[in-house]
């Protein structure tokens, strides 16, 4: 062999060798009140979402996958600890001005992806709170925050969009900020003059429902009072775009190294505020616009990572932090509109719910190559992508990690696509707690209203225990507790069981 042969022979094996060592990519696109039946993939007929369907066309459907809680917080504090996050207090969905929640002084998923060799970035919403104890500085370094618990990167929604201050923070600072006009936030009262959504209800864009009547920024009051900041200030419609492109733009930087991305959308909750692209697309008014717009982000994620090459090394998972909600505090017409969509499917309740609809959400993992395409029943809880993250990496946890964390690496790459967890614990908005096991749903005994009011969700309290044989009733209509005393006792048993774990 000449000289120049086995250089080429060992170029050739040592570019292979790098690829076959190269760890897989992780972009995780977490969608924001987003309903089973929400997307054409999940059986909406009155709505086409093309790129999300075809994620789920060639990748994997869950139909039995799980977020851990019905609202936002809790949801992202387990997804990102491997905790559940009703073992810890203040989790519930945090105000504008929280102290970042999650302690930087545990292991979470991001920092175990660090250790693994991953790049790692969260973009989007945040919600998680920010700063020392009584909350950030939003006109200084603002820390701690995502940086100390794992990512090394952000550009984020500090909490939410119906929630003040309404600027970007990238990395340990909001961005475009004057220093002659500095930010004030204030939930509890009035800072500056500005307009409020209380004051002046003409002068908003967007009427309200429910709550959200204070300072009016572009045209849409919000939860919180704030001023100052205004050349900072973003624009509801450019939201979706801004948070695709900062996205795109870390994967760009990356494409050499693996990456983590945690993607947190903005869409589909309130203020539901479309791009002029998408007004008016759906027929089924604003609500509907934006499940558009989410489906062109997805789209926008795919090319991107097609044109860098590296979707054959990445695995995309697409998922919501918590079920559907129509009225959630403006009037954008999401009743009116409907149309006959319906965004949960055959199921229960609805965001803040204990009912299954509450949780119960759309899930896809899709990875050309390496998952075969097709629909999986096995259960499956997000806690455990911490777990199946580190076992995908070759990482151990120590004892104290991700403590309600499975494994489930094989169920989520398609090997096991009947059973997965043996259990679910779902966690509502009040605090109620549900098992689901062996085809079996148990919710709690809880005090509460029964009805969410303008929302009109049913969150699923009651002071009798609540036992569905979900086998043969998937719309949790019938309650079969005094019927099956033994299913019931065993149940609580094994709730109480894991809240004293
Ligand atoms: C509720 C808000 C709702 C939404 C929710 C959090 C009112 C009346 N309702 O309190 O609009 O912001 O909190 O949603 O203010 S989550 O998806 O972030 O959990
Ligand atoms: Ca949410």
Same mark, same amino acid.
């Given at each position: 062999?000449?000289?120049?042969?086995?250089?080429?022979?060992? !170029?050739?094996?040592?570019?292979?060798?790098?690829?076959?060592?190269?760890?897989?990519?992780?972009?995780?696109?977490?969608? @924001?009140?987003?309903?089973?039946?929400?997307?054409?993939?999940?059986?909406?007929? *009155?709505?086409?979402?093309?790129?999300?369907?075809?994620?789920?066309?060639?990748?994997?459907?869950?139909?039995?996958? !799980?977020?851990?809680?019905?609202?936002?917080? &809790?949801?992202?504090?387990?997804?990102?600890?491997?905790?559940?996050?009703?073992? *810890?207090?203040?989790?519930?969905?945090?105000?504008? @001005?929280?102290?970042?929640?999650?302690?930087?002084?545990?292991?979470?998923? &991001?920092?175990?992806?660090?250790?693994?060799?991953?790049?790692?970035?969260?973009?989007?919403? +945040?919600?998680?709170?920010? $700063? =020392?104890?009584?909350?950030?500085? +939003?006109?200084?370094?603002?820390?701690?925050? =995502?940086?100390?618990? $794992? !990512?090394?990167?952000?550009?984020?929604?500090?909490?939410?969009?119906?929630?003040?201050? /309404?600027?970007?923070?990238?990395?340990?600072?909001?961005?475009?900020?004057?220093? *002659?006009?500095?930010?004030?936030?204030?939930?509890?009262?009035?800072?500056?003059?500005?307009? /409020?959504?209380?004051?002046?209800?003409?002068?908003?864009?967007?009427?309200?429902?429910?709550?959200?009547?204070?300072?009016?920024?572009?045209?849409?009051? %919000?939860?919180?009072?704030? /001023?100052?900041?205004?050349?900072? %200030?973003?624009?509801?419609?450019?939201?979706?775009? @801004?948070?695709?492109?900062?996205?795109?733009?870390?994967?760009?930087?990356?494409?050499?190294?693996?990456?983590?991305?945690?993607?947190? /959308?903005?869409?589909?909750?309130?203020?539901?505020?479309?791009?002029?692209?998408?007004?008016?697309?759906?027929?089924?008014?604003?609500?509907?616009?934006?499940?558009?717009?989410?489906? +062109?982000?997805?789209?926008?994620?795919?090319?991107?990572?097609?044109?860098?090459?590296?979707?054959?090394?990445?695995?995309?998972?697409?998922?919501? @932090?918590?079920?559907?909600?129509?009225?959630?505090?403006?009037?954008?017409?999401?009743?009116?509109?409907?149309?006959?969509?319906?965004?949960?499917?055959?199921? %229960?309740? $609805?965001?803040?719910?204990?009912?299954?609809?509450?949780?119960?959400?759309?899930?896809?993992?899709? +990875?050309?190559?390496?998952?075969?395409?097709?629909?999986?029943?096995?259960?499956?809880?997000?806690?455990?992508?911490?777990?199946?993250?580190? *076992?995908?990496?070759?990482?151990?946890?120590?004892?104290?990690? #991700?403590?309600?964390?499975?494994?489930?690496?094989?169920?989520?790459?398609?090997?096991?696509?009947?059973?997965?967890?043996?259990?679910?614990?779902?966690?509502?908005?009040?605090?109620?707690?549900?098992?689901?096991?062996?085809?079996?749903?148990?919710?709690?005994? #809880?005090?509460?209203?029964?009805?969410?009011?303008?929302?009109?969700?049913?969150?699923?309290?009651?002071?009798?225990?609540?036992?569905?044989?979900?086998?043969?009733?998937?719309?949790?209509?019938?309650?079969?507790?005094?019927?099956? =005393?033994?299913?019931?006792?065993?149940?609580?048993?094994?709730?109480?069981?894991?809240?004293?774990?």
């Amino acid at each position: 062999m000449r000289i120049f042969e086995i250089f080429t022979l060992l !170029f050739i094996s040592c570019a292979f060798l790098s690829q076959a060592q190269q760890k897989p990519n992780i972009v995780l696109i977490y969608t @924001d009140d987003l309903g089973y039946g929400d997307l054409s993939c999940y059986g909406a007929n *009155k709505i086409s979402t093309p790129n999300i369907d075809a994620l789920a066309s060639k990748g994997l459907k869950f139909n039995n996958a !799980f977020a851990t809680s019905s609202t936002c917080t &809790p949801s992202r504090f387990s997804l990102l600890t491997g905790k559940y996050a009703w073992r *810890k207090s203040g989790t519930d969905i945090a105000p504008g @001005d929280a102290a970042l929640i999650i302690p930087t002084d545990i292991n979470t998923l &991001p920092k175990m992806l660090q250790h693994a060799g991953y790049k790692t970035a969260a973009v989007g919403k +945040w919600h998680l709170g920010l $700063g =020392p104890k009584g909350g950030p500085n +939003w006109n200084g370094e603002i820390k701690p925050g =995502p940086l100390e618990i $794992g !990512f090394d990167y952000c550009f984020l929604i500090p909490a939410t969009a119906d929630r003040v201050p /309404t600027v970007y923070m990238e990395n340990r600072h909001i961005i475009n900020l004057d220093p *002659k006009d500095p930010i004030q936030v204030n939930y509890h009262s009035k800072v500056g003059n500005e307009p /409020t959504g209380e004051e002046n209800p003409e002068l908003l864009k967007m009427k309200l429902s429910d709550g959200h009547a204070q300072t009016i920024v572009n045209g849409i009051s %919000r939860i919180g009072y704030m /001023t100052g900041g205004h050349s900072a %200030r973003w624009k509801d419609e450019d939201l979706a775009i @801004d948070i695709t492109n900062k996205s795109i733009e870390f994967m760009e930087k990356n494409k050499n190294n693996p990456f983590f991305l945690y993607m947190a /959308t903005n869409d589909i909750h309130v203020p539901r505020s479309p791009n002029e692209k998408f007004v008016g697309k759906s027929g089924l008014g604003p609500r509907g616009d934006v499940i558009l717009q989410l489906d +062109w982000t997805v789209g926008k994620v795919v090319k991107a990572l097609d044109s860098l090459g590296i979707s054959d090394n990445t695995l995309i998972i697409f998922s919501s @932090d918590n079920g559907p909600v129509l009225d959630d505090g403006y009037a954008d017409f999401a009743n009116e509109m409907l149309n006959g969509h319906q965004p949960a499917g055959i199921y %229960r309740g $609805g965001k803040y719910s204990a009912y299954d609809a509450g949780t119960r959400v759309p899930f896809i993992a899709y +990875w050309p190559g390496k998952i075969k395409p097709g629909v999986s029943q096995a259960m499956l809880s997000q806690v455990d992508l911490y777990h199946s993250f580190a *076992k995908m990496n070759n990482q151990k946890l120590a004892a104290d990690d #991700a403590p309600d964390s499975f494994n489930m690496l094989n169920v989520l790459l398609g090997k096991d696509t009947k059973k997965g967890r043996p259990y679910i614990v779902q966690h509502a908005m009040n605090g109620t707690l549900s098992l689901i096991e062996n085809g079996w749903k148990y919710i709690e005994p #809880a005090e509460g209203p029964k009805i969410l009011p303008v929302t009109n969700i049913e969150l699923g309290n009651s002071k009798e225990p609540q036992l569905f044989h979900s086998k043969v009733d998937p719309k949790e209509e019938n309650n079969v507790y005094q019927s099956y =005393p033994k299913v019931l006792s065993k149940m609580e048993n094994k709730l109480q069981a894991i809240k004293n774990k």
